[in-house]
């Protein structure tokens, strides 16, 4: 089975680009939600988390995201310890998910595939961009943070750039009609690949 990474900064679409793969019959699985979970569940995560960023990364056993996210995206040391702890437990929980799964290929929908220097764990790459200024809109708009906060976010990413010259396909995602007929494009290609 071959395993393709879904990824793209913050803002750019992967997960409206994923749903489209899932609607097209192609098992998902999206790395944040994940972690999320696991952060919730695992008690093993949740001392290691509490430990690295303080008692008030939980309120009353829900992880306090808000809290996290200003902390961690100020201080690039305590965002490398954070992955640490997370992606780590995601790939394992990634890895036991295909063993379930019966399907040409699989995505996996992560947003840091560059920056956490896993791009090695897959087949072929899609990248997902957007402009700039859409980007920030999209997540003030679905997060109802303010621009500084996403920019900050953006900032903590590799550019766009640099993620093209090791993407094996790059969705521009601005208009949903063209991003679908892409993602039906990409489907076909990969299905012949696997063929």
């Not at 395993?3 to 749903?19: D, F, M, N, Y």
């Not at 008690?43 to 996210?69: F, H, P, V």
């Not at 699989?106 to 560059?114: G, L, S, T």
């Not at 996403?150 to 550019?159: A, E, F, G, L, T």
Request: proline content about 3%; overall charge positive.
């Amino acid at each position: 089975m071959m395993i393709v990474g879904l990824t793209g900064g913050i803002g750019s679409g992967k997960s409206t680009v994923g749903a489209m793969f899932q609607k097209l019959g192609v098992p998902l699985y999206n790395s944040d939600l994940e972690a999320k979970n696991l952060m919730t569940r695992s008690k093993k995560i949740k001392k290691d988390i509490e430990t690295l960023l303080g008692k008030e990364s939980y309120l009353e056993g829900k992880l306090n995201r808000e809290y996290i996210a200003k902390i961690v995206f100020k201080d690039k040391k305590l965002l490398q310890g954070l992955n640490n702890i997370v992606h780590p437990a995601v790939r394992r929980h990634f890895k036991s998910w295909c063993k379930r799964q019966n399907a040409p290929y699989v995505i996996q929908e992560a947003a840091i595939i560059f920056e956490n220097g896993t791009k090695e764990l897959y087949d072929k790459i899609i990248l997902v961009t957007s402009p700039r200024d859409i980007r920030i809109q999209r997540v003030v708009d679905r997060d109802g943070i303010t621009a500084e906060a996403v920019i900050q976010r953006i900032d903590n990413q590799w550019p766009d750039s640099e993620k093209e010259k090791f993407s094996d396909f790059i969705i521009e995602n601005i208009g949903l009609e063209a991003t679908e007929r892409e993602v039906s494009r990409i489907h076909h290609k990969l299905l012949k690949i696997r063929a």
